[in-house]
């Protein structure tokens, strides 16, 4: 039986989104979000190219059957879905990979903020450089996590009929993958290993996937993307917060 309060994971993104207008925290909002402006700039100009290419190469997998070809707007549509779910989290992938120092240290402020206790005495731009090989080897744990998965939902879509069920399952895996992304940002800063990460979250799945649900949809829509990343580490932080005490009690 799934655990967990869906609708209180729910509400996490938009707290997010109230924290990051706070004065202390702004710095490390707004040298993230200049990078996922340029970063976001390219993506976009490769992107219209990749995407038709993509659609077209999935299409052909298809096989000649009339009936097949007569649902071809709904391949397109089902197809479509899928490959902007993947463009979305290939986005937050490479945007927080690139922007990970500064998002683990924003962890850290917001839980200062919402808890008034330190997280790591050892605060400021030395510690940001001495752990940033410790937090890019995180980023890559979450990557070699996520892209096996990916592969196996894409061989899954590209079989007919069942590819029908593809977009949701693809959807629900992003939903479940925004939250173990974000959450770890305010786990490794209290040095929980990223296996007792994922067995957390799953024992409080509904929490997580309600978390991480609005985040996926944020990451789909233009422009909105590039402001939800540093809120979701704030609402992520949040949860870490909340979820934790709601747990021991």
Same mark, same amino acid.
């Given at each position: 039986?799934?655990?967990?309060?869906?609708?209180?994971?729910?509400?996490?993104?938009?707290?997010?989104?109230?924290?990051?207008?706070?004065?202390?925290?702004?710095?490390?909002?707004?040298?993230?979000?200049?990078?996922?402006?340029?970063?976001?700039?390219?993506?976009?100009?490769?992107?219209?190219?990749?995407?038709?290419?993509?659609?077209?190469?999935?299409?052909?997998?298809?096989?000649?059957?009339?009936?097949?070809?007569?649902?071809?707007?709904?391949?397109?549509?089902?197809?479509?879905?899928?490959?902007?779910?993947?463009?979305?989290?290939?986005?937050?992938?490479?945007?927080?990979?690139?922007?990970?120092?500064?998002?683990?240290?924003?962890?850290?402020?917001?839980?200062?903020?919402?808890?008034?206790?330190?997280?790591?005495?050892?605060?400021?731009?030395?510690?940001?450089?001495?752990?940033?090989?410790?937090?890019?080897?995180?980023?890559?744990?979450?990557?070699?996590?996520? !892209? /096996?998965? +990916? =592969?196996?939902?894409?061989?899954?879509? &590209?079989?007919? $009929? #069942?590819?029908?069920? @593809?977009?949701?399952?693809?959807?629900?895996?992003?939903?479940?993958?925004?939250?173990?992304?974000?959450?770890?940002?305010?786990?490794?800063?209290?040095?929980?290993?990223?296996?007792?990460?994922?067995?957390?979250?799953?024992?409080?799945?509904?929490?997580?996937?309600?978390?991480? !649900? /609005?985040? +996926? =949809?944020?990451?789909?829509?233009?422009? &909105?993307?590039? $402001? #939800?990343?540093?809120? @979701?580490?704030?609402?992520?932080?949040?949860?870490?917060?909340?979820?934790?005490?709601?747990?021991?009690?």
């Amino acid at each position: 039986m799934l655990k967990g309060n869906f609708f209180r994971g729910l509400g996490y993104l938009g707290e997010g989104f109230r924290l990051i207008r706070l004065p202390g925290l702004r710095l490390f909002v707004i040298i993230p979000l200049v990078i996922n402006i340029l970063l976001f700039g390219l993506m976009f100009y490769f992107m219209a190219e990749l995407f038709s290419v993509l659609i077209a190469g999935a299409m052909a997998w298809l096989p000649d059957w009339a009936w097949l070809q007569a649902l071809d707007w709904l391949f397109w549509l089902l197809y479509g879905v899928v490959i902007l779910l993947m463009l979305a989290y290939g986005f937050v992938i490479v945007a927080n990979l690139i922007g990970s120092p500064f998002y683990g240290y924003l962890a850290e402020l917001t839980e200062k903020h919402l808890t008034g206790q330190e997280v790591n005495p050892d605060e400021g731009w030395a510690a940001l450089l001495k752990d940033t090989p410790r937090i890019l080897w995180r980023e890559v744990q979450k990557i070699a996590y996520y !892209l /096996p998965r +990916a =592969l196996g939902l894409f061989i899954i879509g &590209l079989i007919p $009929v #069942v590819n029908l069920v @593809a977009a949701l399952l693809w959807f629900l895996f992003n939903s479940w993958m925004m939250a173990l992304q974000y959450v770890d940002y305010p786990a490794d800063n209290h040095k929980v290993s990223f296996a007792r990460l994922r067995r957390d979250l799953a024992a409080q799945r509904l929490s997580a996937l309600g978390f991480g !649900l /609005p985040v +996926a =949809l944020a990451a789909m829509v233009p422009v &909105l993307n590039l $402001v #939800v990343v540093p809120a @979701a580490v704030c609402g992520a932080t949040a949860y870490w917060v909340r979820e934790n005490t709601s747990n021991q009690q």
